[in-house]
């Protein structure tokens, strides 16, 4: 079962959510963590996880022998990005607005089209405490994360429970992250910043099919806008987590919730049960 | 005219409730909201919309039953894994035109992709330039860069001060589109291990685009440890932190309400705005 924790919205919570259903189920059946929140990730300052190998991601950008080319212009003609431009006798590569489509080394008549792979972050895997854990990061200065997060959800174990952090936002990280999952759980907090971006996180896991709950993080301020659009548009709310210093002060020190605060472990498995429920029941519906 | 731009790493650190302010606090300014995935600027500006305009970008294959013979060669040469059973899948196509390029019958043709929408509104503190991506679209990067165009024509038109830039999170295409050419930004942290953490790697995109970089600990009083670490690391980076704002639950009371901080209660949350605003717009 593959459960993504995601949000629209940042900083609501996604990190402390998915470490601590991590932590709270690791005894009951093997878990993995998958930090696919490759620009920011931050699981790893709460697992504090021995890593134990690590592969670089790379994408395959184009490299053109000038003894073979007879600078046709065809490479720059299939490419939908701009990244190659033929001026004269000369051809110009720009790698960083390479896709790697490999269109350009197929297409090209002389044949004078290699691929060289470009480094563009890291998939990094150790284990901490009982949760298996995988982890991408994007090199600093590189644009693209998608090819990060697929690279990380390669190595998903999809025999056990998966967990998977996910970026904020709704664009092609959001998706890349969070297809294929079985459940997506989103957190938010109550405020008009939380509302608007759960509205538009709660599109995104419907365009993608994927059933959804809230987790409704920083309670006791702002109001009660979340709950009434989660009534209207029947979305479960799984767990509410208040405002609170000393939660504040733990997540500040990067101490896990349910390592500080113990009492916190059996609602996340309540959390986690319940989403498992609601997916077997929905796998029960599909087979009927 | 000077473009600054308010970034932090990590989300959820207090960029758009600075923004919100510097938009009260500024004179002569254009406002443009570059976090185009999840846009909430507008909360508390109460725009009126005065333009909206379709953003087309990008391609999608779509592949015509009746000629296509089930071949298979574009499902083996696609490297997104975009088609299965001879039907492509819109979310996972990049759009790269590959399989148009190479179907033995000319059965793939590639379909302009309309991405989204951007906005020129007018708000109580001046022009707004927004923007919202389609569900679940690709391109954020190139919407941004289309919001920073527009808001940058009309600081000209209307001979401007300042271009003030809500940004996004991360440290991705959408960041560094919002990011390059700009004259300033403000990297809005906290004083948690995750948004130290991702403070070091948003400053680290601000030096590889050779961009200026002032820092502001917002709630900087939740861990003040972790506030004099900031201060710390800044110091020997060579960056100034520019204000310490403390925790206070009026930024919530005045977001519930839609009006900026600045405007709804004039405690240490305030002043320290105000002054954050005086360092930037030096």
Redesign the interface.
């Known amino acids: 079962m593959i459960i993504s924790i995601a949000?629209?919205?940042?900083?609501?919570g996604k990190?402390l959510v998915a470490t601590n259903l991590a932590l709270s189920t690791k005894d009951a059946n093997g878990v993995q963590l998958l930090d696919c929140d490759v620009?920011?990730p931050?699981d790893h300052?709460f697992l504090k996880p021995a890593i134990t190998g690590s592969e670089a991601v790379s994408i395959a950008v184009p490299k053109v022998d000038e003894d073979r080319c007879t600078y046709c212009g065809k490479c720059a003609e299939?490419c939908?990005?701009n990244a190659i431009a033929v001026l004269g006798n000369h051809v110009l590569i720009f790698p960083q607005l390479c896709?790697?489509?490999?269109?350009c080394s197929?297409?090209c008549p002389e044949e004078a089209i290699s691929e060289e792979s470009r480094e563009t972050g890291v998939a990094e895997w150790g284990q901490s405490d009982g949760v298996s854990f995988v982890q991408g990061k994007?090199t600093?200065?590189?644009?693209?994360?998608p090819p990060v997060i697929r690279r990380v959800k390669e190595y998903a174990n999809n025999d056990g429970t998966v967990i998977i952090d996910v970026?904020?936002?709704?664009?092609?990280?959001?998706?890349e992250a969070v297809?294929g999952s079985d459940f997506c759980i989103l957190v938010t907090e109550p405020?008009?910043?939380g509302l608007?971006?759960l509205a538009?996180a709660v599109?995104?896991v419907r365009?993608?099919h994927i059933p959804c709950g809230v987790v409704l993080n920083r309670t006791g301020?702002?109001?009660s806008k979340v709950e009434e659009y989660c009534q209207k548009e029947d979305i479960p709310i799984l767990l509410t987590i208040p405002l609170d210093?000393e939660i504040?002060?733990l997540?500040?020190?990067?101490i896990p919730l349910v390592e500080g605060l113990p009492q916190w472990k059996n609602s996340f498995l309540e959390l986690f049960n319940r989403v498992k429920e609601m997916v077997d029941e929905r796998n029960r519906d599909t087979q009927r | 005219m000077k473009e600054i731009v308010i970034l932090?790493?990590?989300?959820?650190?207090g960029k758009?409730s600075i923004v919100g302010s510097f938009a009260a606090l500024a004179k002569r300014k254009v406002l443009a909201d570059c976090d185009v995935?999840?846009a909430?600027l507008h909360?508390l500006l109460s725009p009126s919309l005065k333009q909206e305009s379709e953003f087309w970008s990008?391609?999608v294959a779509c592949i015509d039953e009746d000629k296509c013979t089930q071949c298979g060669l574009c499902q083996d040469?696609c490297?997104?894994g975009a088609i299965k059973d001879f039907r492509v899948d819109p979310?996972?196509c990049?759009?790269?035109?590959?399989c148009s390029?190479?179907c033995p019958v000319e059965a793939i043709t590639m379909r302009e992709n309309m991405s989204g929408y951007w906005f020129i509104s007018d708000t109580r503190y001046g022009p707004l330039v927004h923007a919202r991506?389609g569900?679940?679209?690709?391109n954020?990067?190139k919407l941004v860069a289309m919001v920073r165009q527009h808001a940058k024509q009309i600081a000209e038109e209307q001979s401007l001060d300042y271009i003030i830039s809500d940004g996004?999170?991360?440290?991705?295409?959408?960041?560094?589109s919002s990011l390059s050419g700009a004259s300033l930004a403000l990297l809005v942290t906290?004083?948690?291990?995750?948004g130290i953490?991702?403070l070091e790697?948003?400053l680290?995109?601000c030096r590889?685009?050779d961009i200026p970089a002032l820092v502001c600990i917002n709630k900087s009083d939740?861990?003040e440890d972790?506030a004099r670490r900031i201060e710390s690391y800044c110091s020997t980076q060579g960056v100034e932190v520019g204000s310490k704002i403390p925790f206070d639950?009026v930024v919530?009371e005045a977001?519930?309400r839609?009006v900026p901080v600045v405007e709804y209660a004039d405690g240490r949350v305030s002043q320290e705005i105000c002054t954050m605003w005086q360092k930037v717009s030096q």
């Open positions: 949000s629209g919205k940042g900083g609501t990190t620009e920011e931050n300052v299939v939908a990005y896709h790697g489509c490999g269109a197929y297409l994007l600093v200065g590189e644009a693209m994360a970026p904020p936002g709704t664009s092609c990280p959001v998706v297809k405020t008009p910043f608007n971006d538009l599109e995104t365009e993608l301020i702002g109001d210093t504040a002060r997540y500040s020190q990067g | 932090s790493g990590k989300g959820g650190t758009t995935d999840a909430d909360l990008g391609q040469l490297r997104f979310v996972s990049e759009g790269c035109g590959f390029h190479i991506l569900i679940a679209q690709e954020s990067g996004p999170p991360g440290i991705g295409c959408p960041v560094i906290e004083p948690t291990l995750s953490h991702d790697r948003v680290g995109v590889h685009f939740l861990n972790n639950n919530t977001l519930v839609g």
